[in-house]
């Protein structure tokens, strides 16, 4: 039983990486074909394929060309639709908090800035983020299709898989519960990471 489970969670795994390695080339890349992105990420064709049509179905992904084949089945062009969901990213640091609403390409649609004071404490910055992120949700309503995630990036020592600012000599923060903190306010996945990466936090919105 324990050598099923384990395998179960190896492929899990694999499964997870392989359509991470799929989302960065469709972020990197206005338009590709599916043939590329298999040689790109160095997997077989039905895998891609059995990806890409999981993406489809979650509108994460388009089809933008089909373009002439010299035989067989003519080859298909691939875009990230940007528009699909939008991801809310909040980036703290000593001087300013500020909240990047974006696309799926990371095109900012709106934000907020605010300046951190001496007296901060790490409560008050998160509430003060926190009424940032509903500014920012209420004004853009319209426009907000739907939100994937909340990335928040944080300077110092994180444990990103629990959401745990460990040490942050720069915001004077130890032992911060920063994910729990903003679940109690936002439904959704809500992720907690070192520095500015909201690349990857994108991405893992996506998973």
Avoid at 53 to 76: A, C, F, W
Avoid at 86 to 106: A, P
Avoid at 123 to 136: D, N, R
Wanted: net charge neutral; proline share 2%; with cysteine.
């Amino acid at each position: 039983m324990e050598k099923v489970l384990r395998k179960s969670m190896n492929s899990s795994n694999v499964n997870l990486k392989n359509k991470t390695d799929i989302l960065d080339v469709l972020w990197r890349h206005d338009s590709v074909f599916k043939a590329e992105i298999a040689r790109m990420v160095n997997l077989s064709q039905p895998t891609v394929l059995r990806i890409i049509e999981d993406l489809k179905k979650k509108d994460i992904v388009n089809v933008t060309e089909i373009g002439v084949s010299s035989g067989g089945r003519p080859p298909v062009m691939l875009e990230l639709n940007k528009d699909a969901y939008n991801i809310i990213s909040l980036d703290i640091d000593e001087y300013r908090t500020e909240v990047l609403l974006t696309d799926l390409k990371l095109n900012i649609i709106d934000s907020r800035i605010r300046d951190n004071q001496s007296a901060d404490t790490s409560l008050s910055i998160m509430t003060k983020a926190v009424e940032m992120v509903k500014s920012v949700i209420e004004d853009n309503r319209e426009r907000i299709r739907e939100i994937a995630g909340i990335g928040v990036c944080v300077p110092g020592l994180v444990d990103a898989k629990q959401g745990y600012v460990i040490y942050s000599n720069e915001l004077k923060w130890s032992e911060v519960s920063a994910r729990k903190f903003f679940c109690q306010h936002f439904d959704g996945y809500i992720t907690v990471e070192e520095g500015s990466r909201l690349s990857p936090c994108m991405r893992k919105c996506l998973e």
